[in-house]
């Protein structure tokens, strides 16, 4: 398995911008599909975005499409995530995760066997 650490969370105001980052030991990060989830209080883990091992193909929940934007740099072991537009909803525990294989239809938990510790983004109103 792959170890995960994530960072690049924070306090910011609506409508700005942040950049998560999650880096990854081992290698082989570079046949991994890396996703994004989220928690927020009292709620289920979420998924947010993900991107496959090749990194040609992503996937984003609808909730932040047109505003997050997934990207990996596999020669770094590190994926990335754009978070701009931000809106206090988005307020959350972001966690990375690493996956074999994906099912068909949207990433679940269950297909990630790797987790990072997560990283706090609050969004203030």
């Known amino acids: 398995q792959v170890q995960l650490v994530e960072s690049g969370g924070g306090l910011v105001q609506a409508g700005g911008s942040l950049r998560l980052s999650c880096a990854a030991s081992?290698?082989?990060?570079?046949?991994?599909?890396m996703g994004w989830f989220r928690q927020a209080p009292e709620k289920e883990r979420e998924f947010v975005a993900v991107i496959r091992w090749s990194g040609g193909s992503t996937d984003y929940a609808d909730s932040v499409k047109g505003r997050f934007t997934i990207s990996r740099d596999n020669a770094k072991n590190t994926v990335y995530l754009q978070m701009n537009s931000l809106k206090p909803e988005d307020t959350a525990v972001y966690y990375c995760a690493a996956a074999h294989f994906l099912r068909v239809g949207v990433p679940r938990l269950s297909d990630f066997a790797s987790w990072g510790q997560g990283t706090q983004v609050t969004v203030s109103s």
């Open positions: 081992g290698r082989t990060f570079s046949s991994y599909h």
